[in-house]
């Protein structure tokens, strides 16, 4: 079964450092790109960034909202995602889903076909 | 940076056709994902690519995209289908995934 499972849920005060991790499993997690989406508690979805597969040299892109602060990486060994998240702000606050952007014969498709059920991160003093 | 326009809420009758819009500049030219999403639940994708569906998707879900203007439908809507729907595209100008701000679909 593809699956993502998402950990690291936490409370943390302003300022503050928190790491998230997604363990993929049911498919070749090297092959494919990722992405980290939040969604704040009443709100819609916004996506935080993605990182590359190997192929595309690991290359990482961010939201504005996050850029310099959070930092996405992930090692294919362990079929791992992380998120390493700094200087965090109350408006941070939100449940995050790590998910695998699609691809059609190994062409990148944009779009994000598997989910998981998602981490929740509080940030408050 | 490109913005895409969801009406925040679409009613629907049990058994009618539900369509629901995402408007941006010339967002004829890209892709077009959507996801259904339900309370207390991740999104799932149901429709790829303007009109394609993942499998396991039923056929009463279809998509299109011209214009300025993509739309998702739902044809013969059931108490099920209540849930937020978010259109998205990849922006290739600044490489970044652009959420539609969702809309709240009520059966009513």
């Known amino acids: 079964e593809v699956q993502l499972v998402e950990s690291g849920e936490g409370l943390v005060q302003p300022g503050g450092s928190l790491r998230l991790s997604c363990a993929a499993s049911g498919f070749t997690f090297s092959d494919h790109y990722m992405d980290w989406v939040r969604q704040a508690p009443g709100k819609g979805l916004e996506w935080v960034g993605r990182t590359r597969n190997k192929a595309n040299s690991y290359t990482t892109e961010y939201a504005a909202s996050v850029k310099g602060r959070f930092t996405i990486s992930r090692d294919d060994s362990k079929n791992s995602l992380y998120l390493q998240m700094n200087s965090l702000k109350t408006e941070d606050t939100a449940v995050y889903y790590c998910a695998r952007v699609g691809s059609i014969f190994g062409v990148v498709m944009n779009y994000m076909d598997v989910w998981g059920k998602g981490t929740t991160v509080t940030v408050s003093s | 940076s490109y913005v895409l326009t969801q009406p925040p809420s679409v009613s629907v009758a049990p058994g009618q056709t539900a369509r629901i819009t995402c408007g941006g500049n010339n967002i004829g030219s890209k892709s077009v994902h959507w996801y259904q999403q339900k309370p207390g639940q991740a999104p799932v994708l149901v429709v790829y690519n303007d009109s394609d569906r993942p499998s396991g998707i039923p056929e009463r879900f279809s998509g299109s995209n011209s214009g300025n203007t993509a739309t998702l439908t739902i044809s013969r809507v059931e108490a099920g289908d209540e849930a937020d729907y978010y259109c998205?595209?990849?922006?290739?100008?600044?490489?970044?995934?652009?959420f539609g701000g969702g809309t709240k679909l009520t059966v009513l």
């Open positions: 998205q595209v990849w922006d290739s100008s600044s490489d970044h995934v652009v």
